[in-house]
């Protein structure tokens, strides 16, 4: 059985390399293992170690701290999101990245018009 903090970090690991656009081949070859194992390490698993964490961390252009970040607050915000419209791991969904990836691609501008348009699109659903 995977430990939930097994799962959260691998769920950051994902998350981050998914951000930045980097396959899971990619990251394996950087830290130097088989994208198999980035699989394992994604899903919780399998228990990354400290060095390995280390070299992810290096290769993702991230703190080692940025793994564990909202580990205390995941059983509070399950509680609260329970009868939310939005999912409880947002990130975790490949779509909401890539619209996060998009929107940021934007000029500042017309993100500003496509964000006023979708909190007015909201609002009439």
Known sequence: MTHPVDVHVGKRVRHRRW???MTQQQLAERVGIKFQQIQKYETGANR?????LWDIADALEVPVSFFFEGLQDTSAEE?????SAVPNDLLGDKEALDLVRSYYAIPENQRR???EL???L???A
């Open 113 to 115: 018009r496509l964000f």
């Open 118 to 120: 979708a909190r007015v």
């Open 48 to 52: 990354i170690s400290a060095s390995r």
């Open 122 to 124: 909201s609002d009439v």
């Open 19 to 21: 951000l930045i656009g």
């Open 79 to 83: 509680t609260a999101n329970a009868d």
